[in-house]
């Protein structure tokens, strides 16, 4: 009964992996985020003076404060330190294709435990790439966070597309098991999951709120929520 | 939360979940404590 469910979860992720792959070769909306993130990565990997940094000025003249609590990057300068290759070369190719596969599970798991129906979360996945390959994206440089596309899926290389494509799934999937559970520990993950998707993506603690609001706000995730409704 | 009936996908979700907030949580801590302010 499950196994064809789970066969599709399967063909899924692997379609993730090579669409993510491919898209990879593409730059859409958030490039520059991109050459900001490697840029700060560099910095903090090889300690380069402040006062020659573009990325830093940029962030002193727009006052992005939360670049100073910004624990991802500082995960990320830490691999590129230890492993001794360039920050271009872990974030912009090799990110998306290590881990694009968790965002269709991310997916399973919420509908998962919206539903409790492995064969509707399942289905749910479908619609997701279906709609993620349809969905089109605004050209890098033009208009709009509040309008995401396809990154809301396939791309995992900036602190924006992480926090939508990946933890944004991932808190509400633990949101909603702390509803059905109401068990302690999973208000500990909760906490824990939605922190970082505070530390990551956020001017300021806003974001811990923000986080339902940035879901609907993104294309891909409210077409495939009113889809989800009329499909269960 | 690691409930039995969990499929083995949920059950990765949710040690992703708890890896990366740890991660992610722990790099923010290690930043604010560990940087010269002057690097901030």
Same mark, same amino acid.
């Given at each position: ?36 993130? =490697? ?87 479908? *619609? ?51 509803? &059905?559970?109401?068990? &302690? ?21 806003? /974001? *811990?709120? &923000? ?6 706000? /993104? ?14 | *939360? ?28 290690? &930043?604010?404590?560990? =940087?010269?302010?002057?690097? *901030?």
């Amino acid at each position: 009964m499950t196994l064809p469910a789970y066969m599709l979860l399967a063909g899924v992720c692997l379609l993730f992996i090579g669409i993510g792959w491919e898209r990879n070769h593409l730059r859409f909306d958030g490039y520059e985020d991109q050459t900001l993130l =490697v840029s700060l990565t560099d910095w903090w990997a090889n300690k380069v003076p402040p006062e020659n940094l573009v990325s830093r000025n940029i962030g002193e003249v727009n006052a992005l404060t939360y670049w100073s609590t910004d624990g991802m990057t500082y995960v990320l300068a830490t691999w590129v330190w230890s492993g001794g290759f360039s920050a271009v070369q872990l974030i912009w190719y090799a990110l998306t294709p290590l881990f694009v596969w968790l965002v269709p599970l991310a997916h399973f798991a919420l509908a998962l435990q919206v539903t409790k129906r492995e064969d509707t979360a399942a289905a749910a996945l479908g *619609m997701t790439l279906i709609l993620a390959l349809t969905t089109s994206n605004s050209i890098s440089g033009g208009s709009g966070s509040l309008a995401l596309g396809q990154e809301a899926a396939f791309q995992l290389n900036t602190l924006r597309t992480f926090s939508n494509a990946l933890i944004l799934p991932l808190a509400l999937s633990a949101f909603f098991a702390l509803l &059905r559970t109401q068990e &302690r520990r999973c208000l500990v993950a909760t906490a824990l999951i939605l922190l970082a998707l505070a530390l990551v993506h956020p001017p300021a603690p806003t /974001s *811990m709120f &923000r986080g339902v609001f940035s879901f609907f706000s /993104s294309r891909l995730h409210a077409s495939l929520f009113i889809l989800f409704c009329f499909y269960t | *939360m690691l409930h039995t009936a969990d499929p083995l996908a949920v059950r990765l979700i949710w040690i992703a979940t708890c890896g990366l907030g740890v991660t992610i949580v722990s790099g923010a801590v290690a &930043r604010l404590t560990l =940087v010269p302010p002057r690097y *901030m």
